[in-house]
């Protein structure tokens, strides 16, 4: 399998532990200003599959299905994406947006996007990296963190946490998706029409 119906609201899986979320939340699929009705898809959750073994305290194995009470129509606006076949490699410069606070003021009205390089994790944790990149932010989390391999885009990664707003020396971290396809596929069955990853 490897075209997937997926999409990236604004959540992870700490952010759908609570059984409010299928009740009271809808997925917009096709949004891009937030301040005015484009059109977009507005869909109710179904269901919350978490993964079992998340861990809330270290934020490990954070993610989480949201299954649709509808299928998702494909448009111009709306388009799945392929899951990672292996790992992207240290350098590559893969694609990340979100509507998260800009310049530590507030929140974006407009889908921003940033390309960020993907840095491996022995220089993350250097504490005198001195990488000096724009960053996802507050409000970001749940985000794409997308790919192009093989001339296909790839959904490599979901944004997670990160120290501060985008602060300099700190890159986001984000939950690598491709240690998670295998459990992806078994949680939909295969039928991912209605499913998206965050």
């Known amino acids: 399998m490897s075209q997937m119906n997926v999409l990236h609201p604004k959540n992870i899986a700490r952010c759908t532990a609570a059984s409010w979320v299928t009740g009271y939340v809808k997925v917009s699929c096709g949004k891009h200003d937030l301040a005015k009705y484009e059109g977009e898809q507005r869909l109710q959750i179904k269901r919350v599959i978490l993964h079992e073994r998340y861990n809330r305290t270290l934020l490990a194995n954070d993610i989480a299905l949201l299954e649709l009470k509808k299928d998702i129509v494909f448009n111009k606006d709306v388009s799945p994406i392929c899951l990672p076949t292996a790992d992207v490699k240290t350098g590559e410069i893969c694609m990340t947006t979100g509507w998260g606070l800009t310049k530590g003021t507030g929140p974006a009205n407009v889908l921003n996007q940033v390309a ?5 994790q ?5 504490k005198d990296w001195n990488g000096n990149l724009i960053s996802n932010n ?3 989390s749940g985000g794409p963190y997308v790919c192009r391999t093989d001339g296909s885009w790839r959904l490599s990664g979901v944004i997670s946490w990160g120290y ?6 700190k890159p986001g971290v984000y939950t690598r998706i491709s240690k998670y396809v295998r459990w992806i596929e078994h949680k939909t069955g295969g039928t991912l029409a209605n499913v998206i990853i965050i």
């Not at 960020?116 to 491996?120: R, T």
């Not at 022995?122 to 250097?126: E, H, M």
């Not at 501060?164 to 020396?169: D, E, R, T, W, Y």
Request: charged share 20%; net charge neutral.
């Open 116 to 120: 960020l390089p993907v840095i491996d």
């Open 122 to 126: 022995a220089t993350c944790r250097q």
């Open 138 to 140: 507050n409000g970001d």
């Open 164 to 169: 501060g707003c985008a602060l300099p020396k």
